[in-house]
Every structure is written in structure tokens, then in C-alpha cells.
């Protein structure tokens, strides 16, 4: 463990406070890290200081390149690691909100495409947000019929949308994904 130095060292270093953060304001770009710089500096300064004392500033003035070269690479990695994991905040740009215009027409189509009762059971599951025993109330039939009705309109539409991209279902599952996502209830009340 390296001894501490006396405090007249101490002193003959600290002498140096104004000319070592003038030193740290003109070799950084961000003067709010001027603070850690010197803190930093004076915490490497109190482990031991410069063998010779003719040499103080010398020695003082490679700490402190030294500390803000540390420092430099410390930020330079933290601003890249936010920008890595930093969710995107960007809005959607007008080619997004046109294919998710696109894509809820061509949904709407196929459900309103459907034959009744399928037709019917969908959009008040949907688009009303009702449950299966407010539909059945609603036409008059009971639960188990709706919930019937309901996965058959489902099969009936999954089938016309594999039949409008050509069988490939992971196309439009894809499209749709964030529509669910962004309906009442997520994914699951999305079907």
C-alpha cells in the first residue's frame, strides 16, 4: 500500500488548482465534466505525486491528459451503448402509416366479406368489444353458439387472407402483428 504524501506535498501540489483546471477546460469538449476531471486528478494526486518535486506541473499536467482521456472513452461508450439499447422514438414515417392504412382496409374487407352470422360475431367481438355472452344477449342466441360462430369466422377469415398472399400466412401474420398489438387487450383480445 503506497504511502500518502505529506501535507506540505500536499499543499506544494495543490498550489497548482487554477493551471490544472484551466489545463482540463481547454482539453475537454464538455465542461461539465471539468468537476470529475479535477476530482479525479487530485484523488491520483493524494495516492502519491511526482517522485521529483521540480517536476510537479509536468507530472500534474499527464495526469490530468490522462484522467480526460479516460473520460473521453468513458462517454464516447456510454453515448454509444444508449444509442445501442435506446428504443426508437422515431414516428412513423408516411410509408408506415400508409401500409398500416392499407393493411386495416384490406382486414376490414375480409371481415366484411364474410357471410353472416361470421360477419356479425366478429365485429361485435372486435369492433364493439363485447364478450361472448353480451353478443349472445345482444342476437339473442346463447354462449356456446357465438363462441362457435366465432372460431368458425376466424378460420373463414385466416383462409381468405392466406387466399389474398397466396398461402403465405407468415406474410400477413407479420402485417398484422402490430395491429393486434395495438388493440384493446394485445394479442389476445386480438385473436
Do not use: K
Request: glycine share 6%; hydrophobic share 40%.
Amino acid at each position: 500500500m503506497a504511502e500518502a504524501p505529506d501535507t506540505a506535498r500536499l499543499d506544494e501540489i495543490l498550489a497548482h488548482g487554477p493551471w490544472v483546471r484551466r489545463l482540463a477546460r481547454r482539453l475537454l469538449d464538455d465542461p461539465s465534466l471539468v468537476d470529475d476531471v479535477l476530482q479525479e486528478t487530485w484523488m491520483v494526486a493524494m495516492a502519491g505525486g511526482p517522485r521529483d518535486r521540480s517536476r510537479t506541473r509536468g507530472w500534474l499536467a499527464g495526469v490530468v491528459r490522462n484522467v480526460v482521456r479516460r473520460t473521453r472513452r468513458t462517454e464516447r461508450r456510454r453515448r454509444e451503448r444508449e444509442t445501442r439499447v435506446a428504443p426508437t422514438t422515431d414516428a412513423a414515417t408516411t410509408r408506415d402509416v400508409v401500409a398500416e392504412a392499407e393493411l386495416h382496409g384490406r382486414v376490414t374487407r375480409a371481415v366484411l366479406a364474410l357471410p353472416e352470422p361470421y360477419r356479425e360475431t366478429l365485429l361485435l367481438r372486435y369492433f364493439e368489444e363485447l364478450d361472448a355472452a353480451a353478443i349472445a344477449d345482444r342476437i339473442g342466441t346463447n354462449a356456446s353458439t357465438v363462441r362457435n360462430r366465432h372460431r368458425r369466422a376466424l378460420v373463414l377469415l385466416r383462409d381468405a387472407l392466406d387466399a389474398e398472399h397466396d398461402g403465405d400466412r407468415a406474410a400477413w401474420c407479420r402485417a398484422l402483428l402490430p395491429l393486434a398489438l395495438a388493440a384493446p387487450g394485445g394479442v389476445g383480445a386480438a385473436g
